[in-house]
C-alpha cells in the first residue's frame, strides 16, 4: 500500500512538473506573439508613412516636369531673376495709435481708483 501511494505521489509530481513546463512554454509563445504583433504594427504605420510621401515626391515630380514647375525650382534653389524683374518689398503700413501723456493729477486719481477696487 505504500509503495502504492509513493508511485502515486510520483507520479503526480511528474505530471505538475510537465504541466508548469508546458504552461511557461505557451506563455512564452504568447509573450514572442505580443511581439510580432506590434512590430506588425510598427511596420504598418511606416508603410503609410513611405505611401505619403511617395505620394507627396510623385506629386513634386509631376510639377517639375511642366516648364513653370522648373522655372518655379531653380528660383527657389538659387534665387535668381528673369533679365528685367525686380524685387518687390512688401512694407505694413506704420500704426498710426497716437500716444498720449497723461497728466500727473490724472495718474494720481487713476492709482487711487485702482487701489480703492482692490480693497474693495
Do not use: C
Not at 522648373?70 to 495709435?97: L, N, W, Y
Amino acid at each position: 500500500m505504500r509503495a502504492k501511494q509513493l508511485q502515486r505521489g510520483l507520479l503526480i509530481g511528474i505530471l505538475l512538473l510537465a504541466a508548469f513546463w508546458l504552461v511557461s512554454l505557451i506563455g512564452g509563445l504568447a509573450q514572442k506573439a505580443q511581439v510580432a504583433v506590434s512590430k506588425a504594427h510598427s511596420v504598418e504605420r511606416q508603410y503609410q508613412a513611405l505611401e505619403e510621401r511617395k505620394a507627396t515626391l510623385e506629386a513634386n515630380l509631376a510639377a517639375l516636369e511642366t516648364a513653370r514647375g522648373k522655372d518655379a525650382a531653380i528660383r527657389t534653389a538659387f534665387g535668381v531673376a528673369r533679365p528685367g524683374e525686380e524685387v518687390i518689398v512688401v512694407v505694413p503700413p506704420a500704426s498710426s495709435t497716437a500716444t498720449t501723456t497723461q497728466s500727473w493729477w490724472k495718474k494720481i486719481l487713476i492709482g487711487i481708483r485702482e487701489i480703492s477696487l482692490v480693497a474693495e
